[in-house]
């Protein structure tokens, strides 16, 4: 394949989020879009007229269907940005006709889904990433770097949540067509453990020497959405007979097999100010997102005071390399260059048919989440088994990709970590 | 009994956390102390001299056997601060002699231990107090009034947590005398949830018009202080070899009857700087102890930005009471005054015979945390039920007691709340 030619991808569910990356991918100059898909063709439409501005000269077609999309276009790669019930479908039918699938943040709807995502992907041999952008946030990627470099000693505990008020969201999601609404309506779960979880497999070695064992998940009562309501709307408003199902704090604690914990929290029912409430702790310190601040034993200035991360991030000895040399040639697109990054390794992967940094192992473990805190919740808050998709090689290291997108390892070229061979 | 009489209190179990103590309570001079007991010698000696020096004038008897000082001594009350496994047999004995126990922070052994501790003050009618000075904490007493207030809505989940790198004194508890050292040595629990929980309960109504109904508790692997040790002392160390079960990070989620969750995080073997990580979050706010920050929809000027709880501490309108009463009159004592107010209120309650503010029924309720976080994270995070010690009475709220110092009811003779009669 010639270095600079474009790869022919495909994008299925065109509603806000699509948006964004679609302008982000034409910065990145990896990929034509060829294909747009959604189930609204007034959405249609519109994109198609999006990739004509910000995609000259490429043709591009429009679906309803992503079944017919599949059978008459040449695709090569397709983005998923539909509602959280059908990423994994529409990923199944893609990597059955040989198109690798990146699939958008969201839960899964069941652990036989996620399996079946797995068989897929070993049956076909097509590859399928799971898009977890905050995987190369500036700071969770400093703390991978700093993970990896034994400055936090050996890790026992992580927290991360998605603490966002999407009250507005959620609430008028019926009129906007948004699946939240529905979803909120009548599950209650971590329905979006990815941004806070998916970071914490890799700092972890989840998939890669460690796996995640079992979960209790608690959520509190479901009264914020409906006090939002009666506030906004007032009395007159029909929404204000809603129930919403979804509890306003869910907490999740995970247990891994090396014996490390994780805390995860879904809090989007409340109002309050956005976080991912990261938090890495070890023999060596403690870093938390909440204060901007971490604390380093022998290496902070003043026993038991927080310095401020900021200065560890800044910082090239700290500092993942990626982002030394992304920061270097000017940061570019969506939610502070993170989107960038991770659209530029998915077509990295698929023009060099590489296994991805968060792969369909990986993306089986952060959607079986979300039926398992389901699980958790309904028979209160029982321990549940999270699955071992990787058929007993989670305590085998994976193969490294030699790729400076690469998260299982970090930056392998430039460490000089060399792949292993099949006899090592 | 005349206004100014001191009480006649007793002592038991001087080490480090008793002698401040005393001190602090002599400044307040509400109390004599007439006697003072540990089990050893040359402590009974030491506090015998400090009685001396700062409680001039008052006669004091030292024992090394506290049943044979409630037979000899004509007491009013008793502060123990022993080791935790005899907080509640020493309280109990105490109730039996009609001296009123005020019990140190610290868990409970087992559950029927709890129930005795019940049991025997609804046979004695002796009050017994659980000294739990983070309530009276500025932070968390201006929560406690925002909250009564409304200014969080309704509070849907709370989190606490004792998050205090104590590496050195557990590991060197052995050369020490420290009880901490065989309890990490032998037992993995939740061991000190009174600072986080205590608070919360009080913003909850717990036991009150609310209960705790179950829990799931999760324990990190333990590798922290084995690593402490390693580095401090070197590998020539006898203690290298010892094998801690504590866990590094416990985790543990608390179902409410209203539906409200708490989470606490017991996390005292790695290095960190001190936080009791508060976080109150309801349909009106949140606010975060860790940034130091708070959050009210409508009240913050600016949509989903932090303010510094600071301003809000400060103004009037939001800070309980008794602390602008207090640094009116110059803060004193130690932990940020939080000690002087919490033995201030305990002389109130001997000497007015008043229910005390954390009574015997909330103390059976902190201590029974720590043998459920055991029994949770023995049998792999399974739910355990935690008990109504209230018989039945927990949705009824208490007779509100009229104290500046009450926790259950906001400054009652303020508010003009008044008690309710029998029959109401």
Request: charged share 25%.
């Amino acid at each position: 394949m010639a270095k600079d030619r474009k790869i022919r991808m495909a994008f299925a569910g065109l509603g806000s989020r699509h948006h964004g990356m679609l302008e982000v991918l034409s910065w990145t100059g990896l990929a034509d879009v060829v294909a747009v898909c959604d189930v609204y063709a007034d959405r249609v439409e519109y994109t198609i007229n999006k990739v004509k501005e910000w995609y000259p000269g490429v043709t591009v077609h429009g679906y309803t269907d992503y079944k017919e999309m599949f059978e008459k276009e040449d695709l090569e790669a397709i983005y998923i940005s539909t509602s959280w019930a059908t990423h994994a479908r529409i990923a199944i039918e893609a990597m059955k006709h040989g198109v690798m699938p990146a699939m958008e943040c969201g839960g899964g709807n069941s652990l036989e889904e996620c399996w079946e995502l797995v068989r897929t992907y070993e049956t076909t041999g097509t590859e399928c990433m799971f898009l977890e952008n905050c995987c190369y946030g500036r700071e969770e990627m400093t703390i991978l770097n700093m993970i990896k470099h034994g400055y936090f000693g050996e890790v026992v505990h992580c927290q991360g949540g998605y603490e966002h008020d999407l009250r507005n969201e959620i609430v008028y999601g019926r009129e906007r067509r948004h699946y939240r609404f529905g979803n909120y309506l009548n599950k209650c779960a971590d329905f979006y453990p990815a941004h806070a979880l998916g970071p914490i497999m890799k700092f972890l070695d989840i998939n890669n020497g460690n796996r995640m064992l079992s979960l209790t998940s608690t959520a509190s009562k479901a009264v914020s959405l409906h006090a939002y309501l009666e506030k906004e709307r007032g009395e007159n408003y029909d929404g204000t007979d809603l129930k919403f199902k979804e509890g306003d704090v869910v907490s999740t604690v995970i247990k891994c097999a090396r014996g490390e914990t994780i805390l995860l929290t879904h809090d989007t029912s409340c109002p309050r100010p956005y976080s991912r409430g990261g938090r890495v702790q070890g023999t060596g310190g403690i870093w938390m997102e909440d204060n901007a601040s971490i604390y380093l034993d022998g290496i902070s200035k003043k026993a038991e005071a927080w310095e401020p991360f900021q200065q560890y991030m800044d910082d090239p000895k700290y500092e993942h390399p990626l982002w030394t040399e992304f920061r270097g040639s000017g940061v570019k697109g969506g939610h502070g260059g993170m989107d960038f990054l991770v659209l530029s390794a998915f077509c990295e992967c698929v023009k060099n048919k590489l296994r991805p940094p968060v792969d369909v192992y990986d993306a089986a473990s952060l959607m079986c989440i979300t039926p398992l805190t389901e699980a958790s919740i309904s028979c209160g808050s029982a321990p549940v088994a999270i699955p071992d998709f990787t058929g007993g090689r989670w305590f085998e290291k994976k193969t490294p990709v030699v790729s400076k997108y690469a998260l299982d390892d970090v930056y392998p070229e430039r460490y000089d970590i060399k792949p292993k061979t099949e006899n090592e």
